[in-house]
C-alpha cells in the first residue's frame, strides 16, 4: 500500500514536498517513482529512484525537482522547487516490485497565482 501526502496550492515559483509511505520496507523495493496527470492528459513520469539510490528525472523537472527515500521510515519524497503552471497535476506514487506494479491514490499539486 501506497499513502501519498503534501500537495496542495502553491504559487509560481514556490515549493512542495510530496511524501508517499509505503506498507513494506522501500529497501526492497527495486524501482520507486513519482508519476503526474495533468487534466486532459496521459499520466507522466516525474522521476524514478532504483536501488542503489539511482535516480532518473524527466526533462521537464530536471533541476528543479529531486527524489529521494529514507529505507528506515519506508518513505519516499520528492522535492518540488520552481514550480509553475504547468506542473499543476495529480502526483502518484509508484513501485514496481516482482514483476507487479502499485498505486498510491495520488494528491494533488496546484501552482497559480
Known amino acids: 500500500q501506497l499513502v501519498e501526502s503534501g500537495g496542495g496550492l502553491v504559487q509560481p515559483g514556490g515549493s512542495l514536498r510530496l511524501s508517499c509511505t509505503a506498507s513494506?520496507?522501500?529497501?526492497?523495493?527495486?524501482?520507486m517513482g513519482w508519476y503526474r496527470q495533468a487534466p486532459g492528459k496521459q499520466r507522466e513520469l516525474v522521476a524514478t529512484?532504483?536501488?542503489?539510490?539511482?535516480?532518473h528525472y524527466a526533462d521537464s523537472v530536471k533541476g528543479r525537482f529531486t527524489i529521494s527515500k529514507d529505507n528506515a521510515k519506508k518513505m519516499l519524497y520528492l522535492q518540488m522547487n520552481g514550480l509553475n503552471a504547468d506542473d499543476t497535476a495529480v502526483y502518484y506514487c509508484?513501485?514496481?516490485?516482482?514483476?507487479?506494479?502499485?498505486w498510491g491514490q495520488g494528491t494533488q499539486v496546484t501552482v497559480s497565482s
Open positions: 509508484n513501485a514496481q516490485i516482482g514483476g507487479s506494479e502499485f
Open positions: 529512484i532504483r536501488t542503489g539510490f539511482i535516480t
Open positions: 513494506l520496507s522501500t529497501f526492497l523495493i527495486p524501482i
